[in-house]
């Protein structure tokens, strides 16, 4: 098996949502960044406080009142990059990271969470997709998405439907990200055993390919919103429920034409 140190390596080489670190950084790339830290196992807890701190925060970088919205879009944020850094790992290297909120801590840049920190990090090789889920689904997002349906109130059925976003985004932007030349169809295939392993996740959504200018792209159709239409910076997503089949495809569309043009991909 691939050392540790590697693995996290290469994860944290594919950008964003990828980006995991077993130590704090010194620095940020800008003094004008705000800077905020969050032990995970804290935000399980309506009772630290600490998630609605999340809330507020992100909120105040947003402009928006603290409440379900805000919450909503603060959390499918903190999804893409929990399950982003579990997705590649077990895709790129077969292993399930011990990502339980108890071993994790978040950084927030300007309000958004952006980096995941390791403090004993652990893997378990030769991992299943259960294996995945129960430190990523069950140790972590799935408790923290109570704390926060109790503090600020988005439904729980709109935050499992974050979480399998959050999955299925991991495996998008995979697809495209890795050096690794992944065959899409078999990222695919990957993407709904771990999707169809808990009814919660499999509710979420459905995977498709389409054919873009640099080749086939996986893209994900959601049947709920994270209500980014009700920020002030707003619109609705590429994937979002609100959207028809049709609308979904022209924008999918138009996000590969765009990665053809170089401009980067934002989760």
């Known amino acids: 098996m691939t050392a540790l140190h590697t693995i996290l390596r290469t994860i944290d080489a594919l950008g964003p949502p990828f980006r995991v670190s077993t130590e704090p950084p010194a620095n940020i790339t800008s003094e004008d960044t705000e800077v905020d830290w969050f032990h995970s196992g804290q935000l399980c807890d309506p009772d630290t406080g600490e998630v609605r701190r999340l809330v507020e925060l992100h909120a105040r970088f947003r ?3 603290v409440g379900r919205h805000a919450g ?3 959390f499918q944020r903190y999804c893409h990059r929990v399950c982003g850094v579990s997705v590649a790992a077990w895709v790129l290297h077969g292993v399930a990271l011990d990502l339980r909120a108890t071993s994790v801590r978040v950084r927030l840049a300007d309000g958004t969470p952006d980096l995941l920190v390791l403090g004993r990090p652990t893997v378990q090789p030769g991992a299943t997709a259960e294996d995945v889920l129960d430190t990523t689904f069950d140790g972590h997002l799935l408790p ?3 704390a926060l349906r109790s503090v600020t109130g ?5 935050l499992l439907g974050n979480i399998a976003a959050g999955f299925a985004g991991g495996f998008r932007t995979l697809t495209h ?15 709904e055993e771990l999707l169809s392993a808990r ?3 499999r509710r979420g959504g459905d995977l498709r390919v389409l054919i873009g200018p640099l080749g086939p792209r996986l893209q994900y159709d959601r049947t709920s919103c994270c209500h980014w239409y ?4 707003g619109r609705n997503c590429s994937w979002c429920s609100r959207l028809t089949r049709e609308e979904r495809t022209q924008r999918f569309q138009e996000a590969m034409a765009e990665e053809f043009g170089g401009r980067p991909e934002v989760l």
């Open 72 to 74: 909503s879009l603060v």
């Open 177 to 191: 990200r890795s050096p690794a030349c992944l065959d899409v169809h078999e990222v695919r295939e990957r993407a």
């Open 154 to 158: 988005p439904g729980l059925g709109n």
């Open 63 to 65: 402009d928006m009142p």
């Open 230 to 233: 009700a920020a002030p910076d």
């Open 199 to 201: 009814p919660e996740l």
């Open 144 to 146: 923290v998405a109570r």
